[in-house]
């Protein structure tokens, strides 16, 4: 990440000191111009592989469900489906682009429909998995960034074994334990904000124990540094210095460790749903997965990237913001 | 840290050995149902109980240990030859090359990694296969990316310009001095990524897209149990005890490997 953001500095240097643009609106434009080509790069591979499936098009597009002539013309005409394959390619760009991902015909309604109804639910349990992500390791990072020993190695052991935890077997255990045997929290999917407390600490639990240790790491790495006398010099509380001076420093790593933890959120909330029978894309991917309902999968994987590439993009201006070394690369 | 290297090890060949010889552990049929005695807990008869279908959930965990580790022991080694083969394609064809595979590899990076997996499954359809190819088709970027990085870090080392010297074509040069010296990283690599993708493995075995039943499978075996939750809680500890012990055995020997080689180049 850090490479991607020197770029633009290193240029604006070899071009000469006049023209120092290494603003935020220069970085976004880079990093989005370069999403924007890798999500066209994403878009033609899977025309690709509707091109390479066994069956016409518009039998892969149907999934084998029964349809009337008329629909099945249709289907030919939307996609131009007789036209030659470079026509075929510009028309499913067009689609895409369009934000037209056409019908489900095993789910008998649109795609954009299905995904509407079901995506809230699921970006719900995401963004609080991220929040308790961020709060949780912060918290522990600083708790466990001891000068004793064996208190840092507790932490990272512990945090070892969060991390093998199949994130699906953990949801059953907290569904054993605080639904079934304590009747803290409702079983079966519910909507309601206790319904998301189990879902949300299966999925958290890993992504924080990573999170806990690359802050940690980050945390002593800065507590070496020379301003940590000086700030202690005069006087400030251990946990004012930490919070105050040197959580910055770690929150660099974890910040791009940020991007790649939501990539994988997005796939983990699919399985924690349907541990947790939730509503969400979740049972509708793999439902549309059974049954080779290719608009709908195509569509959720276009989407997904198309989320994780723009949170990448965040990512990176959070990064030139925490770090002014990033800014000043090039002056 | 090294101190829970041996342990590691060992638990590791214990796993490979189960994984390859289960008879040699149980001599109960894994498929074998009793009706008679349905979620049975614990005991001397069926040591960790049985399943609800009367089936021994000791022998399960045993037979399922080769399905259970190979789709991601699969994975891995699909993506580990995959990957070095365009690492190195990438790193000696030539600019052109280099250029598309590297963007290749960013577009496969750009769909979360469980997400592109679910499309694999959806064209192959599911089973262990496909749920392997799957996974290395989402972890072959980054064997290709250190394949890479090695082939053009050794190009410039001097036995590498002897051997140009001495007359050896580059096909030689590529196999006979430089890919033996960048496996290190890539083996390394291979043992980091193995402990996620049998996770991974075992999560699409869970929501089904695995292999089919009635194979013993840890992930599918966990799937069975979810029904069962509020009267039996054996058939959910169980198979996920043994995947976790599988995924901290490989995590601390892949750590000690990757902290070894580390050193070594410091």
Redesign the interface.
């Known amino acids: 990440m850090a490479g991607v953001l020197k770029a633009p500095a290193a240029e604006a240097v070899a071009a000469g000191p006049p023209r120092r643009r290494t603003g935020p609106a220069r970085l976004v434009l880079v990093r989005v111009a370069a999403?924007a080509?890798?999500?066209w790069?994403?878009v033609t591979?899977?025309f690709c592989?509707l091109q390479v499936?066994p069956g016409g098009t518009a039998d892969v597009l149907l999934a084998r469900s029964a349809v009337t002539p008329e629909v099945r013309d249709r289907i030919i005409a939307e996609y131009r489906l007789d036209d030659p394959l470079a026509a075929q390619y510009l028309a499913y760009l067009g689609r895409i682009a369009r934000g037209e991902f056409g019908d489900s015909y095993v789910l008998r309604r649109p795609v954009w429909d299905a995904i509407g109804s079901q995506l809230p639910h699921t970006l719900l349990l995401v963004l609080a998995t991220l929040l308790v992500t961020l709060v949780a390791s912060v918290l522990l990072a600083v708790v466990s960034a001891h000068r004793r020993r064996w208190v840092r190695s507790s932490f990272s052991a512990a945090e070892?074994?969060v991390?093998?935890?199949?994130?699906?077997?953990l949801g059953?255990?907290l569904?054993?334990v605080f639904s079934?045997n304590l009747h803290w929290f409702p079983?079966i999917g519910s909507s309601s904000l206790s319904g998301l407390v189990l879902p949300t600490a299966a999925l958290a639990a890993g992504p924080v124990a990573v999170m806990t240790g690359v802050l940690r790491d980050g945390l002593l790495r800065a507590l070496e540094e020379p301003f940590v006398v000086t700030a202690r010099s005069r006087g400030i509380g251990e946990l004012a210095l930490r919070l105050r001076h040197v959580l910055r420093h770690a929150l660099l790593p974890a910040t791009t460790l940020l991007g790649w933890i939501a990539?994988?959120l997005?796939?983990?909330a699919?399985?924690i749903e349907?541990?947790f029978s939730r509503q969400g894309i979740g049972r509708m991917?793999?439902f549309?997965?059974?049954n080779?309902?290719?608009p709908v999968?195509?569509a959720?994987?276009l989407l997904?990237?198309a989320v994780?590439?723009l949170v990448n993009i965040a990512v990176d201006i959070l990064v030139w913001m925490i770090d002014p070394r990033t800014r000043e690369a090039g002056s | 840290m090294a101190k829970s290297f041996w342990p590691g090890a060992v638990v590791l060949t214990l796993l490979a050995v189960l994984a390859l010889f289960p008879s040699l552990f149980t001599g109960t049929d894994p498929d074998a149902a009793d009706l008679n005695a349905t979620l049975q807990p614990p005991s001397g008869a069926h040591w960790l109980g049985t399943d609800q279908n009367g089936r021994d959930l000791y022998a399960r965990i045993v037979h399922g240990a080769g399905p259970s580790l190979l789709i991601g022991a699969g994975a891995v080694g699909l993506a580990l030859v995959a990957g070095v083969l365009v690492g190195v394609a990438a790193a000696q064809l030539g600019r052109t090359v280099d250029q598309v595979l590297s963007r290749s590899l960013d577009v496969i990076l750009s769909v979360p990694g469980l997400l592109l997996v679910f499309l694999v499954v959806a064209v192959l359809g599911p089973g262990g296969g496909p749920a392997s190819v799957g996974l290395a088709v989402v972890s072959l970027p980054g064997f290709a990316r250190v394949a890479r990085a090695e082939v053009i870090r050794l190009r410039g080392a001097h036995y590498v310009e002897a051997a140009h010297g001495f007359g050896w074509s580059r096909a030689q040069v590529v196999l006979r001095h430089i890919l033996p010296n960048a496996l290190g990283p890539v083996m390394v690599l291979a043992t980091v990524t193995l402990g996620a993708m049998i996770v991974a493995g075992s999560s699409l075995s869970f929501v089904g897209l695995g292999p089919q039943p009635p194979t013993a499978e840890w992930g599918a075996m966990l799937a069975d149990s979810q029904e069962f939750l509020a009267v039996a809680w054996w058939p959910a500890a169980f198979p996920g005890a043994a995947i976790t012990v599988a995924v901290l055995a490989v995590t601390v020997v892949g750590g000690h490997l990757q902290r070894r080689i580390e050193r070594g180049r410091t």
Request: hydrophobic fraction near 70%; proline fraction near 4%.
């Open positions: 999403s080509a890798v999500l790069g994403a591979a899977t592989l499936m070892s074994l991390v093998a935890l199949p994130p699906f077997w059953l255990l569904l054993t079934f079983a990539g994988s997005i796939g983990g699919v399985i349907i541990v991917v793999l549309a997965v059974e080779k309902d290719m999968v195509i959720i994987v997904t990237a994780f590439v």
